[in-house]
């Protein structure tokens, strides 16, 4: 009799179980804030000031006062000339000050009109005590108060969490922690990852020239995007490189990357051929949890404990191994490192094609948007035709044994917020 095979684990189950035991590291370091781009918070970041810290024009023109404008006859003197980082003395009735982007409001004056909306005359019988001679300034719309002003606080409150612990830090984010002040940033410890793939099959580029390949070897691609998209999502890594074929090898390989790092990834080697060592090297060394996920591509993966490592299988066809890192090994990542909610929305977008076949499982299709704001299909879907991710820029998820007609809303996850 044939062993009943276990029923696979949806992708939802299989991510909240990665989620509950991708505890958050303990420690944390404090970095420039010009090195934590990716990073993660790990503590709030409280504002000790207000922003802006003043009222200020957000216009370059003249400042005013409303109430001084009777019509478009009235003319007012420009008594004063206001730039970024310089401050202006009170505006008297009838005067305007020529302000500047950034510049702080005068006391007295309610409006900024730009300089567009203005016309400047000379004024030649009124001097000052520098014999200087005010212009006139004719306003050609009358502006309503308020009109150009950036309001004290309206960006930032003091005392306000500006940025939250668990927060993963962008451009966007490191400049509103510069704006107050924050020249240092305390952020979770990197996860240390260990990272090899398996096969006897799998060759290094620049080890063997293209026209001098053995029938059956194959460039080991799943090494190189691996390790870049560890190092997007801010692990340290050890690249421990191929691992033979072998029992023994794949069981030693196992024990020392398990010693000094909270993961380790592997590619290939976790399927049920005779050559799969990985799965009965990380039994015998711990303990596997998970195997095999109802996802196309992707179903091989696997999950478990090397002692207090954390152990993630992928499969080693190229784009199964891509997509399963995005859907699973990202969001696992990012919990470590405290991001209470690691994983992408996606949105909904008009599908430009058919699919008529759909398989049982939930699929991950490449795409690509287009000009006319719907989705294009890369047509060879297979799980071993990398180019799919390169023309592509994101995926469709595809709910089990669902049809898609030309037309229909699909569910879009793009590359770019998967990969940033």
């Not at 003197?77 to 000050?97: E, M």
Request: overall charge neutral; proline content about 7%; aromatic content about 6%.
């Amino acid at each position: 009799m044939h062993a009943v095979r276990p029923a696979l684990k949806s992708l939802d189950d299989a991510l909240a179980e990665l989620l509950a035991a991708a505890q958050p590291l303990e420690g944390a370091e404090t970095v420039s804030t010009f090195d934590a781009d990716a990073r993660v918070l790990a503590s709030d970041i409280v504002s000790a000031l207000q922003v802006p810290a003043h009222d200020n024009s957000s216009m370059d023109g003249y400042a005013l006062r409303c109430a001084d404008l009777v019509g478009l006859q009235a003319r007012l003197r420009v008594t004063q000339r206001i730039a970024a980082g310089s401050s202006g003395s009170a505006l008297q009735p009838g005067c305007a000050a020529r302000i500047f982007t950034g510049a702080p409001i005068p006391p007295g004056a309610d409006a900024v009109v730009m300089q567009e909306d203005c016309e400047l005359q000379s004024q030649p019988d009124t001097a000052t005590d520098a014999g200087q001679v005010d212009p006139l300034l004719r306003v050609l719309q009358v502006p309503q108060p308020g009109q150009w002003i950036r309001r004290a606080g309206e960006d930032v409150t003091r005392g306000s969490v500006v940025l939250q612990r668990g927060r993963r830090l962008g451009p966007a984010e490191l400049g509103l922690a510069a704006s107050i002040g924050m020249d240092r940033l305390q952020v979770s410890r990197r996860p240390r990852v260990a990272l090899f793939s398996t096969g006897d099959e799998l060759v290094m580029p620049g080890q063997v020239a293209p026209e001098a390949m053995q029938p059956g070897s194959i460039y080991n691609s799943n090494r190189f995007f691996l390790r870049a998209m560890l190092q997007r999502l801010g692990c340290s890594v050890s690249d421990l490189g191929i691992v033979p074929d072998q029992r023994a090898a794949t069981v030693q390989a196992m024990r020392e990357a398990a010693r000094d790092n909270d993961l380790v990834l592997t590619s290939g080697g976790v399927s049920v051929g005779e050559e799969d060592h990985v799965k009965p090297a990380v039994s015998e060394l711990g303990r596997l949890d998970l195997w095999q996920i109802a996802i196309k591509p992707g179903k091989p993966f696997a999950y478990g404990r090397i002692g207090q490592a954390h152990f993630i299988g992928l499969p080693g066809n190229p784009v199964s191994s891509f997509v399963t890192f995005l859907l699973l090994v990202r969001p696992f990542l990012l919990r470590l490192q405290g991001v209470d909610d690691p994983q992408p929305q996606p949105v909904v977008l008009r599908a430009d094609f058919s699919w008529l076949r759909p398989d049982r499982r939930r699929e991950f299709l490449r795409v690509r948007r287009n000009g006319a704001g719907g989705l294009d299909l890369f047509a060879n879907q297979s799980s071993g035709v990398l180019t799919s991710a390169v023309w592509g820029d994101g995926l469709v998820d595809n709910a089990p044994g669902a049809c898609i007609a030309q037309g229909d809303p699909v569910r879009f996850l793009s590359f770019s917020s998967l990969l940033g």
